[in-house]
């Protein structure tokens, strides 16, 4: 999935109109034809100047003048054979290392559009000085700016066999249509790249285009309606309640880029009454929040073998400002699963232990509270790497005699910053000590 992730940010890019030589300008007129309009510098005959008077859409083509970066990217392959569709969505993170930066820029020069496309992503090309052509015409179906579209091209683009179109769909929106098509594997890829003005209050807002649509629900049928139909970009907000989801197929399973969170200030929670079953079963997941939400078992404590979170095969799970109690048998469990960040959050009265972690790593948990467990390990992390606990608080756990507060075998770089450790019990605290800065053992 990665893989797909830097050719998609590799394919979104620039070029694909021939401009003539000599500075000369190609309009498309309404009839279809094309016109080729000389430049300024060309007309001047006998001492005399010809003014160029530019068409409407060539005017309003002018606000593409500025410096843009993508936000958001939907990426559409079809069958040459059958016509069927794919979709994926992708949002670009630049400050958690996500997505490599993506940039246009558009000016000015002797009366023609400029652009300079910059992919910062490693074996992606950059192009510079491409020329453009503004076209009266709707850049794909169902584009929101239907009246006009600018195209930009370069020899070193034309090589590539890029194209770059682009179009304003808003004071600071531009969106960046590319497409190839390759007959030999029998389906054409295209690529919509949404840019944002940089500096504007939409840029400062990215992160409202990480999601193509929200779904609001109010129950339980409706979350597991939404979670079947939820195939690609989406974010499932639910109302204040309790979401009993014991006999409904919720599928959790392959979900990308998709947010589940309760909504701002609503108290939600989503339980189950299968003591043996994992209140949410993340399985080949990529980028999925969980947020403002209170998750367990609705079964008496010490009764549950099933856990609250469960993440096999999965990459960049984030849970943020939730609530996960016992009876569970751990909080979250992982097995072969990176990028995962725990912040804000509670996890507590479990009947195993509070993390259980396989095969795992890049594991983050800031300003956590974790409380009230008496259990065996109470983290166990078994061939995981970089595991890192910031600002968080341990108070009341116990783990049973024999077993260690922290087991990490076959592991690499746990640390422990600025937590505090309060009314724990333990016979040891770990066979082989993680690094601690700035901790408090009361």
């Given at each position: 999935?990665?893989k797909?992730r830097?050719l ?12 003539s030589?000599?500075?000369?300008t ?5 009839s ?11 007309s001047?005959?006998?001492g005399?100047?010809?003014v ?7 005017k309003?083509?002018e606000?593409?003048i ?23 969505y ?22 023609v559009?400029?652009a300079?496309y ?6 992606a ?13 709707q850049?794909?179906d169902?584009?929101k ?12 683009a ?7 179109n682009?179009?304003?769909v808003?004071?600071n ?8 098509r ?11 790249t ?6 504007s ?6 992160e ?9 629900v109010?129950t ?14 989406v ?10 989801i ?23 929670e ?13 399985v080949g997941?990529?980028n ?7 998750l ?6 010490g009764?549950?073998?099933?856990n ?30 990176y990028?995962l960040?725990?912040t804000d ?11 259980d ?33 910031n ?8 783990s ?8 990490w ?5 746990v640390e ?17 000590e993680?690094?601690?800065t ?5």
């Open positions: 999935m990665r797909n830097y998609l940010c590799s394919v979104i890019a620039a070029a694909a109109l021939l401009t030589a000599c500075g000369q190609a309009v498309e007129q309404p279809g034809q094309t016109a080729v309009v000389s430049s300024e510098a060309e001047m005959q006998a005399q100047t010809t160029v008077e530019k068409t409407d859409a060539e309003k083509a606000k593409l500025g410096e843009w970066e993508a936000a958001a990217s939907r990426g559409i392959s079809t069958s040459l054979e059958t016509q069927e569709t794919f979709e994926e992708y949002f670009h993170d630049y400050e958690s290392g996500d997505v490599s930066l993506l940039q246009l820029t558009v000016y000015e020069e002797n009366g559009l400029m300079d910059f992919d910062g992503s490693y074996y090309s950059s192009y510079y000085g491409m020329k453009g052509s503004v076209l009266q015409k850049m794909y169902g584009c700016n239907a009246e006009w579209m600018c195209e930009f091209t370069s020899a070193a034309q090589r590539d066999g890029r194209t770059c682009v179009t304003l808003d004071e929106v531009i969106e960046v249509h590319d497409f190839q390759y007959e030999e594997y029998g389906y054409q890829y295209d690529t919509i949404t840019y944002l003005r940089v500096g209050a939409e840029n400062d807002n990215r409202s285009y990480r999601f193509t649509r929200t779904v609001e109010s339980a049928a409706e979350l597991a309606q939404a979670l079947q139909d939820s195939e690609g970009s974010k499932i907000l639910l109302n204040e309640g309790i979401y009993d014991s006999n409904l197929y919720c599928p959790f399973e392959d979900l990308f880029n998709t947010c589940i969170a309760g909504k701002e200030g609503a108290r939600v989503i339980c189950i009454d299968d003591p043996y079953a994992n209140v949410i079963g993340l997941c990529q999925v929040w969980l947020e403002n939400l209170i367990g078992h609705a079964v008496e404590p009764q549950c073998s099933g609250v979170i469960q993440c096999d095969n999965c990459y960049g799970i984030h849970i943020n400002n939730c609530k996960l109690y016992g009876s569970g048998a751990y909080g979250i469990a992982t097995t072969n699963t990028d960040s725990v959050s509670e996890i507590y009265e479990c009947t195993h232990g509070l993390i972690a396989y095969d795992s790593g890049t594991m983050s948990f800031d300003r956590c509270i974790f409380r009230d467990t008496e259990g065996y390990g109470l983290i166990s992390l078994i061939g995981c790497n970089w595991v890192y606990f600002d968080s608080v341990f108070r009341n756990c116990t049973v005699s024999g077993w260690e507060f922290l087991s075998p076959n592991s690499s770089y422990f910053d600025g937590c505090t450790f309060e009314n724990n019990t333990y016979d040891s605290f770990s066979e082989s993680p690094y601690k700035n901790c408090v053992f009361k």
